[in-house]
């Protein structure tokens, strides 16, 4: 394990430790007491892979306040196993947040009250951010390790529960991947990866005569989705929703099931921190089954999503069968995988530094026909998906690309702030000025420029 430097270590200059500063600044003002909230403005609730991202930051400033978000994240966790992608703060007002807890009107579960979060799930990033906060609790003294064992404790199983959920329940293709049955699940919402699948699916403009867009309240409607994208998601959320959140027979029930590339990628990645738990827990044969997990999801991926024509991963679509044209950044994430062979991984690095991408990478493939600079995830830079990215390049010995693209990422948010997105050709922050993951993956980019330990020389 590499020592933590302190934001005032001699090799750290001055505008890092600046950074750090104002970067811890915007964690603490982003905690509520309970929780941390990506944004004050945009987003009042906890978002669930958010949280995963501020828990590896926090693990250089306040491990404890980590473990409590994690803990409050997973004590919303469903019977199933699925972790909500939005718990609801009950003292937050019903219209602060549309689609808000009414809509969702999910039942009492587990002794929570209903309407306590909504039914979709994230990518499951909360294995790696629970061992990244772990793996840095010596730096703070013998009572955080403690803490941070008995935290891994209580979270193992609800992690092993949470894949469990996706690699079976949403198996929807029955090909070894988990599916996602609604854009908000991969993260990356109104992404091009999505646009055909979409197309598929009803939009009902008069939804938006009775709900109000509370989004395009608090930020620029050029960069959200359009009203026809969002009555699309409100019509798949309704769908699920009447549906009880079942995840029977998905493919002929529900208009928009599909297998992304970056979701499947952080699922693996999981079972790879998984399998590190177990190790510190004591279990061997738990984290060797982790490790198998792993590389039947990469081979999955390897062999559902790759296009040998392109080159690289793209999102197919279960109900058609058919592979999206679109490349977007999602198609990249794959390179955090170890059991990726050398032919694919050199692919997606020669991608991500070609002029299709380039580092840091926009969110969409700035030659492809739907690149918009300031639409959600149609071309703008967002600073997780870039640290996935990096953590792929460390996998696969790509050091130099990776310090590259770590000090364009510090260069970028020293410049323009802590933004939740930026401009892909002048770097401006855009969306939210405040926004916690940007925050957190900053510290950890200061700080660690360790490679994983399973990565391949
Ligand atoms: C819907 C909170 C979330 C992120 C997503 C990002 C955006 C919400 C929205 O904000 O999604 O969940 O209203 O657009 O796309 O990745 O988790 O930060």
Redesign the pocket.
Known sequence: MHPVPSPTAPDVPEMCAELWRSAAGVLDANWTGRHTV??RT??PHQ?S??SAFTAIGLAYVNPARAWRDLRSLFEAQWPDGRVP??VFDPEIPEDAYFPGPRFWNVPAYNGRPARGSTGLV?PPMHALAAWEVYRHASAHGADAVQQARVELGWLYPRLVAQQEYLGDRRDAGGGGLASIVHP?ES???NSPAWDDALATVPADLRLLDTYHRR?LDVSDVTHRPTDTDYARYLGLVENYRDGGYSDTALAERHPFVVECPGFNAVLATAELALAQIAGVLGRPSEARRHREHARGITAAISDRLWDPETDFFHALDVRSGRRTPARSVSGLLPLMLPDLDRARADALAEAAGSPRFGLPAPSYDRTGPAFDDRR??RGPIWVNVNWLLRRGLLVHGRRDDAERLRQALVRLVHRNGHY?YFHPEDGGGLGSPAFG?TAALCLDLLADRSAPAYARS
């Open positions: 990506p944004s945009l987003y978002w892979w958010d992608h939005i994230h908000w993260g990356l919402d989004d959600y995830w939740e993951w």
